[in-house]
């Protein structure tokens, strides 16, 4: 690509960026009418939307919650007492619930979609790629009401019935599974969060896998290596950092999940180590609680909850793009919407 | 073939079969729930069920057509406000995304994709319920607005950035300014995928639930003012699910019946449209 001869001088907008690349044709003709300037402000326009959406969002949570911070400051994340009537406000146990049922899921999603992706680029018949990865991906459309309604008359009676009695018997003495069953449960919220984020997590480490050069694989192939150690200890060792950061990403995902937890949970403001027991989530409690907020303070703790449960996604969703950058650089892997 | 070597086959074959069987389990689930879905809920289908608004709890009998009007008018506004940003936003990106405020903004619609939209409800909210003082159909489209521009802007960008630079200077050469060339060039050769991308978009925030609650707050009433709460599908299917009556769940699982039918319509739809764009450009 040649560079037009045009002045530098003139080809410089005060606006812009610093450093143009100066291979690309685009930038040496930039701003040289009135129409490109209008086009290139309304463009800049709308894409200042999203920052400044982030950072009213930002803003808005802090003041709202600032009754709160000053008046319980640390004791908010630390402590578990939620009285609206005495208006003390202790958020421990929704945290509590939120990890104890995302880190579930990932439990029970991480296999599956590990399996799917290897699965999806190692071994699974040509016709049959398209298929698997369409359906998958189908599970990503289902809205998160369907679930939770299919988790309150499917997935709890099920449990009830076939999963719960056995599970009690062999281990019921750790308390784990320990207490009565009533169905509304960090284990049933735990599944259905898992059976939501499998095709983020399988899409992503899909993706990853399929950007392992393919001389790793036939490397080991070279030496002797059967089908599954050559992916086992070349391929996926290559992508580890991506895998990580796919399983992540759903993890922020399960994070922030609000419908079909809040309908399968239990809304219980405690902290409980058993899965069989109901427990809460910060997005659960925000659902069920805000508009019935009626003291300011009360509000003020919402905001303070939706502030915290913002903060953890950030951190984590940071951390999963990292990773998958790492792997996959260059490339919109995982920002995709499914 | 040695005993260890054997070993090492027989791991590999199994191993392979265990990936196989783990990938039949996703597929299983996914079949469960829709079966469930329509096993559930078409029965309750029927010329009243569209067409008829709820009637009070405890009789029987009474549709959603409010929630089904209702999903449209707030999801179509919400599509209205979204879409030029979000296709703005990745206009930019691709064209002059190169510098700092490109790395910021792509970076953000990053953030803000993985943000609850539960706390973009809360945005909403305060933004629009409160100095209103009431909750309305507007406020929740401008959640899901929020939520769907990030989305739309990173598949904008990249849809945009898959034309070639030679198509560009082909334009340029032949005396187009450049804001035509984007415009008439550019972003038609990209159409396709953009129109995919936009109703994938809607197609997510159309099952959206959360970022409704304290917005468009759900309507027992048909109602097509956008200054006043309205009803959608999925609150609708929020309420009957968790509701005490029978007749509420029945109605629930036939409204989520026509909920992930609308979703699938427009993920088939984006697919179509994609499938055009190929065959336009070969």
């Not at chain 1, 950072?55 to 008046?71: F, S």
Request: hydrophobic share 55%; aromatic share 8%; glycine share 10%.
């Amino acid at each position: 690509m040649t560079t037009l001869p045009i002045d530098p001088a003139t080809t410089r907008d005060a606006v812009l960026p610093p450093a143009p690349d100066p291979a690309s044709p685009w930038r040496a003709l930039r701003g040289m009418n009135l129409g490109d300037r209008l086009y290139r402000m309304t463009l800049t326009a709308l894409a200042l939307v999203l920052p400044l959406l982030l950072l009213t969002l930002l803003a808005e949570l802090v003041v709202g919650a600032w009754p709160a911070i000053k008046r319980f400051g640390l004791r908010f994340v630390w402590t578990s007492v939620w009285d609206p009537v005495a208006g003390v406000f202790g958020a421990a146990p929704m945290i509590f619930g939120t990890l104890a049922s995302s880190l579930l899921a990932l439990l029970l999603a991480v296999p599956l979609a590990l399996g799917v992706a290897i699965y999806l680029t190692e071994f699974s018949p040509k016709w049959l790629r398209q298929p698997i990865a369409f359906l998958v991906e189908l599970l990503a459309a289902i809205p998160s009401v369907v679930y939770g309604l299919w988790g309150i008359f499917v997935l709890i009676p099920f449990l009830r019935s076939y999963v719960v009695p056995p599970l009690r018997a062999a281990l019921g003495w750790t308390p784990l599974f320990s207490g009565v069953f009533y169905g509304s449960s960090l284990l049933a919220g735990g599944i259905i969060l898992a059976i939501m984020i499998v095709p983020y997590v399988a899409a992503v480490s899909r993706e990853v896998l399929l950007a392992v050069p393919a001389n790793q694989r036939e490397a080991a192939l070279g030496m002797g290596a059967t089908r599954w150690e050559a992916v086992w200890t070349a391929v996926v060792p290559y992508g580890r950092a991506g895998l990580i950061g796919a399983m992540i990403l759903g993890l922020g995902r399960a994070l922030g999940e609000t419908m079909a937890v809040t309908m399968v949970i239990g809304n219980r403001h405690d902290i409980s180590v058993s899965v069989l027991q109901p427990a809460y989530t910060m997005a659960a409690a925000i659902a069920n609680e805000f508009t019935e907020a009626v003291t300011d303070l009360h509000l003020a703790a919402m905001f303070e909850v939706g502030l915290v449960l913002f903060v953890i996604t950030v951190i984590v969703n940071a951390c999963a793009r990292l990773l998958i950058w790492r792997v996959a650089r260059g490339t919109a892997v995982g920002s995709r919407a499914l | 073939m040695s005993a260890r070597s054997l070993r090492r086959h027989v791991t590999s074959g199994l191993m392979t079969g265990l990936v196989a069987a783990l990938s039949f389990t996703v597929v299983l689930a996914l079949v469960l729930i829709l079966g469930d879905l329509i096993a559930k809920g078409a029965s309750s289908l029927s010329w009243d069920f569209f067409t008829q608004n709820p009637v009070p709890a405890g009789q029987t009998g009474g549709g959603v057509a409010n929630a089904i009007v209702g999903t449209g008018i707030v999801v179509g506004l919400a599509a209205l406000i979204g879409l030029p940003i979000g296709i703005g936003t990745g206009l930019y990106l691709a064209e002059y995304g190169s510098g700092r405020l490109g790395w910021i903004v792509r970076f953000v619609a990053d953030v803000l994709n993985g943000t609850p939209s539960i706390v973009i409800g809360i945005f909403a909210w305060t933004w629009l319920v409160r100095p209103m003082g009431r909750f309305s159909a507007l406020a929740g489209a401008v959640a899901l607005a929020a939520l769907m521009v990030p989305m739309i802007a990173r598949t904008s960008e990249e849809m945009v950035r898959l034309v070639p630079q030679s198509l560009r200077e082909a334009a340029l050469a032949l005396g187009y300014p450049r804001w035509r060339t984007s415009l008439r060039i550019v972003a038609r050769t990209a159409l396709a995928g953009i129109v995919t991308g936009c109703l994938v978009g809607i197609a997510r925030i159309a099952g959206e639930t959360a970022p409704l609650l304290f917005t468009a707050l759900g309507n027992l009433n048909f109602s097509t003012s956008v200054l006043l709460p309205m009803q959608t599908l999925s609150l609708q299917i929020f309420t009957y699910a968790t509701g005490p009556f029978e007749e509420w769940h029945r109605l629930a699982w036939a409204a989520a019946i026509v909920l992930m039918g609308l979703v699938l319509l427009l993920g088939v739809a984006a697919r179509w449209a994609i499938r055009q764009g190929h065959g336009a450009a070969r």
